[in-house]
């Protein structure tokens, strides 16, 4: 199956690309580098498409020399302090560079699926597991501009009747971090050799799903027959909050670490729940996660030496 993968330069890329190689899927990337990497994918270079998806012309050239059976549409700015600092260029990229992916999608006789990463960051505050009926309230401008992408999907559905997927992904966690959220903070300073760290929130759960799980479950949906239009949680369906994640790092480390709050990190406004009820991906597509937070984070100290 010929597979594109936008932003599959970027840290969930990295591992949804070699998941699909590793499966035979014939993979092609578009991807600007703006925040990810070459080095994190193995793609021919005439298989990689440094293009940005903001350029109407470009991406439409790209998806139709690739002709892809499959488009996964990962290609976002998404780390959600920079978005807020940064709202047009954020809503411009996820927005109307999602219209340009469509757009030339819409052009291809070769095409059968659709899969689009969206974000927990579309559901209001709530204090218990959200499953997809719940409310969407998006808090900020990267879940408005992922939400406005979700309805670009579900139009683009009733227009082309190819199948479409909206996996709204929760906190991943894995090698290959491309944004400053909290795992890859308290690595580097942990990997600095600090064991007295700064953090700001501790109370804050998160659900964290790592990187593998999430390749998995998308290449899961990718197998679902007929799914026509369809919105799953992508999440491990348990939450930590910071501390636990902390103590998770001390117990690889077999080391105390210290937290200090760092006024400076705290945010004013905060979630303190985030958790994915996943029981409609398990049902629907047969997937179950494997790496829990313990194997996750051995996984991340071990590569400190490599
Ligand atoms: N990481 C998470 O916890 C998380 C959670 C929810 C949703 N998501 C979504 O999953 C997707 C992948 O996220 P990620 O964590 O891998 O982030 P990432 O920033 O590592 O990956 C995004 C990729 O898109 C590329 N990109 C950005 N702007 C582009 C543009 N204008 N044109 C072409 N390429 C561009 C970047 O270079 C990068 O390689 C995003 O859509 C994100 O919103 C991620």
Not at 73 to 102: K, S, W
Not at 185 to 210: C, M, W
Not at 219 to 242: C, H, P, W
């Amino acid at each position: 199956m010929k597979t594109l993968v936008t932003g599959g330069a970027g840290f969930i890329g990295s591992a949804v690309v070699p998941a699909l190689q590793a499966d035979g899927y014939d993979v092609s990337v578009l991807d600007n580098l703006s925040f990810g990497s070459r080095n994190f994918i193995d793609v021919d270079d005439n298989q990689f498409y440094f293009a940005d998806i903001r350029d109407k012309k470009g991406v439409e050239r790209a998806i139709l020399a690739i002709q892809p059976e499959i488009v996964i549409h990962l290609a976002a700015i998404h780390f959600i302090p920079y978005c807020n600092q940064h709202p047009y260029e954020a809503a411009d990229t996820n927005i109307r560079g999602t219209m340009n992916v469509l757009n030339a999608c819409k052009k291809l006789s070769s095409l059968k699926k659709v899969l689009f990463a969206s974000t927990a960051a579309v559901y209001p505050i709530y204090d218990e597991a959200v499953n997809e009926n719940h409310e969407l309230l998006p808090l900020d401008i990267y879940g408005l501009s992922k939400l406005t992408g979700e309805s670009l999907l579900k139009e683009f559905y009733h227009e082309t009747k190819v199948d479409t997927i909206v996996c709204r992904f929760f906190n991943a966690f894995g090698p290959n971090e491309t944004n400053p959220h909290l795992i890859p903070e308290i690595e580097k300073q942990l990997h600095d050799g600090l064991r007295i760290i700064k953090l700001g929130n501790l109370t804050p759960k998160r659900d964290f799903i790592h990187t593998y799980d999430m390749a998995n479950a998308v290449k899961k949906l990718l197998a679902v027959k007929n799914i026509g239009y369809d919105t799953f949680n992508l999440g491990r369906g348990i939450e930590y909050s910071v501390v636990e994640i902390v103590e998770a790092f001390e117990r690889q480390l077999g080391e105390k670490v210290i937290i200090e709050v760092d006024q400076s990190r705290v945010r004013k406004v905060e979630r303190e729940h985030l958790l994915a009820d996943v029981s409609k991906l398990k049902k629907v597509a047969g997937w179950e996660p494997v790496w829990g937070i313990d194997e996750g984070i051995k996984n991340l100290v071990e590569n400190w030496s490599k």
